[in-house]
């Protein structure tokens, strides 16, 4: 053979290497094809697809390759066929951080070699197939070492030998000499997909938390400002309901200009303690604390008592100021400015929000503003704080949020940001992409069941699956949802369950939520009224009625069962009542739950819903239990239709934990 | 303003300019995120859609970039919102070559302030906002030159001074000024989306082609071997059915070693004419003509006739070798070898194709191979030929034809090149991918209406529309399809009516075809009995009973109606009946066919069709007319469901043209 290759390395518009036949395309999962990272929590199994294929009929291999951030060395994965030329292969990151992952493929000699051998029905045929497999199984030795080595040195050596026709085919097809020569496979021509889609592994409270939205100043007695210390006495009562984060609106002084009164009232009096979110007075601004919660040490007793109690305290960051925030004066460079010379306020045509200075994120010094705002987490982060939930970041620009949440990630990777933003869809996909850890989200106002259905469908199933973690919110300091307004009780009961079963993350507005507070500020409104974002309130958490124990209920099924604890495993059931939706979901382990939550808050409902017992894991032809987690009932259901019937006056829901039958050694059946 | 934009320049990880604010992502179409070219004609519309939006209310615009390759200016197009933040723009390559387009945004101060200008309900409000008004008239007066520069000054002064509300209102929201300004939009900050994405521009003929295959050999007389001339004598006949491709299999010296006998026998005698693509013997090989079809000049003349006749000669391409052909011997570097020194002819285990040797593509000279397979190409290009048949390019390496194919067309942007792949799907993909014109499918063994259905949605609504141009086939010389041994004179015109409208590329192999040979070589095999790719035929094309007077208006149809010349717009109907399949296809310029099957070769059937009048640009509410091209015959229809039948003893289908009623001037209704 002639060498060619070097002649004509010249060949124009050629690769480097034209006899790199393997092809990998379409690699799955990605989000904009590794223009941003795809997410997980540390634990999870990361399954990787891609298409391998080659020209002919040769067998190609593959591989899942995948590394940290910084790793020098690739991990590979084996990769096995599904069906139409697609591979499938599996990581599972145990650390947090950013990594990456690719596929990489080869027409594999060795393989191609003894797939055609094992066809052949020709002695001849196979006696000269015996002398390439010879050369191939020499040619691995040489890739191996060890006893390897000397297998496949052995293995040439009778290859190449006079053989008996029968032994010889034996010999060939020997399987364990075939799995030491797969070992060592010629990947010269291999073919890497050009992308190494990054990953982003965070802790697991990023895809399973439960929040709970707290007035600290709404903490003190007999109506004086609630301390940091009042909102310490309130931890344990929180954690007996199950939940992990205590989110507190923002917590700095808050601005006397244009201070707003009470019900959002234009013009405050001297008593009234205005908005949380108007930050910045002449005490500070973004990293100071309002003088009447107590100082920063307070503060840090408050994150260590929730702490013990296995709870964390997360901040709200808004990126605005008040008028008389001291940045204002200090860096009028970040603000724009009117033709008079006055600092813009909010706007948005006709509304106008005079309160707010907005930064202006077009600046000239915006290098010196990302860096003050990235400072104010990074105080934070000093403070203790391992959770934001940030306001309104749709109204700050994109490029921002990438670079100030992947900064502060690189050396806090157990920081997690919950995006507050009630906007258009792809605004919310947008900032889920660029990085935040989880998203508000529309299910405040979707009631039925073809709107729960469509919308969860989306977003567990559909491409933001990959990027995008729901947080739902059955009510928030600004929005009492109709839902809420009309339907008593058990609207409350059904919209807790459905938050808190349909997404792994989800939260409530404490007091107003437990204590079922329902009055909107003027009919029609989705304002409280006497809304606590603009005065004190005085919750009176003991009341008999509040919905504390079943809350507690919910969040104990939650915490007992990993399907609650993932959005991924989402399936919806059939059912012959519009009124009765139902799902089921699965974790990795077999076990799983199933939840029918009856709509309609006024009246009992029933029907017979659909369900695939063999999708549960449990025997079709059996009856198998289901135990209600919340009435503490159980029932024994055959078959794949099933009766149910929910009276809201008494329990709006099930929360079914599927319990398959198990017969011991002595004969006695019990369910697991 | 503090420059402090200098001072942080280095800020870690940010990007360029944090100020750019506008997303550009989701962009479509593409081919595996501009890896691959979408393709199109000269002449068609470019259909590009992006989701554009920013943080905040602010407006964006946006525009569309596209350019020929090699041009240093990108043009511009419009792009208007179409919902949900996604825009749409349009361009119309009308040249042939290689292109690539993007898209632009930016947040647009000027539309930004005149969105909020309408809403403002306060007069003071408005005189503030005139002056900001009037700053970005002087900024845009600046971009612009000429008229526009004077009459935005102007604008900019008007603004500025002092006017009464009313009159300000109309000076600040006028319509002529706007536009003006919008022409010199601030676009300093702009975001560009990062990949142009590749487009490749063929001529019509790749979109748009109706083929004939015919072995010259067989165009003797007398059972002699035809010639170049006696071909071209067929090729008047050809034309008048309405074909513009005629294809000839390979037209090489035929190698004498190992050839193959009548009906595929392992033995040839002295005299058997062998198979075309065993191609080489001491004559030559892929660039030399077979001595017994003529010389070099002979085929210039068949080429120069086709032309006459509106006609192109397409040549098949086969790279592979008989063991004679002179690049055996010249170039044993380009094949494998067996371990006793024997070229390594073609097998796929148990079966052994001896006559044959494949090139290796793993040689270390495959860039000289490379290079000789491309001359091979610009040989036939330089003896006029435009359209290249490619035989089992899936035998031979991906990276080969992506090169090849890719130098040939940037000096010879009108060659066509037809896959000829039956294989997996992806590997056909794949192959389109690449770079091949037109693609061989499934469509010879579709015959249900399921079958018919699924595929052809997946081909026309799939991601493969942007690259997948299907060439559908009836039969080949390989190929005597089941449906035609056994369905008659119906079954091959039914599946010659599919072929032709279904897809807007299609070919019959020839005589076998319009004479309906039926007959396989034994029972339950798929060749035909005499194969003519091992035996001269002596054909009586101008029988009584030929289907050629069909075939020619079928032909006739498909060249009036713009509407069966591409693939994109095809729709199927509902009909009440599982023989009947029916589907519409409509042009750009609003004019439509409705074709209707009947797959039952044997029965009679009828039924009814559901369509949607206003889809096809008739007048639900009145009686449009339905012509049918291939029998002639017009019948009235009138809203949604209309019945037919077909009586496949006289026609199996009906090709209507939607005739839409016109009233002219004097009160006479005609159907146009």
Known sequence: MTDAAAVDATLPGAPADGAARAVVENVRPHVDHGRFAVKRVAGDRVDVEADCFTDGHDVVACRLRWRRDGDAQWNESPMEPIGNDRWRGTFRPEATGGYRYTVTAWVDAFLSWRHDFARRNDADDRRVAAQVGAALAAAAAERASGADRAALERWSRDLAAPQDDARLRELALDEALAAIAVRHPDRRHATTYPVAFPLLVERERARFSTWYELFPRSCGTAGAHGTFADCAQRLPAIARMGFDVVYLPPIHPIGRVRRKGPNNALVAGPDDVGSPWAIGAAEGGHTATHPQLGTLADFRALVARA????????????????????????????????????????????????????????????????????????????????????????????????????RLRERHPDVIFLSEAFTRPKVMHRLAKLGFSQSYTYFTWRNTKRELTEYFTELTAGPGREYFRPNCWPNTPDILPENLQVGGRAAFMARLVLAATLAANYGIYGPAFELGEAVPREPGAEEYLDSEKYALRDWPVDREDSLAPFIARVNAARRDNPALQRDDNLAFLETDNEQLIAYTKTAEDGSGVLVVVNLDPHHVQSGWLVLDPGHLGVDESRPFQVHDLLSGARFLWSGRRNFVQLDPARAPAHLFRIRRRVRTERDFDYFL
């Open 307 to 406: 702490r013990e109690l296995s709870m964390e305290i997360a901040l709200d960051i808004a990126f605005q100021c008040a008028p008389d925030h001291p940045y204002v004066a200090a860096h009028p460079e970040w603000f724009r400015h009117r033709p008079d010379g006055s600092v813009q306020y909010a706007e948005n045509p006709p509304k106008k929000y005079q309160d707010i200075y907005p930064f202006d994120f077009e600046s000239r010094a915006w290098p010196a503003l990302w860096r003050e705002l990235h400072d104010v987490f990074a105080f934070w982060i000093g403070e203790g704080v391992r959770v934001f939930r940030v306001d309104n970041p749709h109204t700050k620009a994109f490029p921002f949020w990438e670079w100030v949440i992947a």
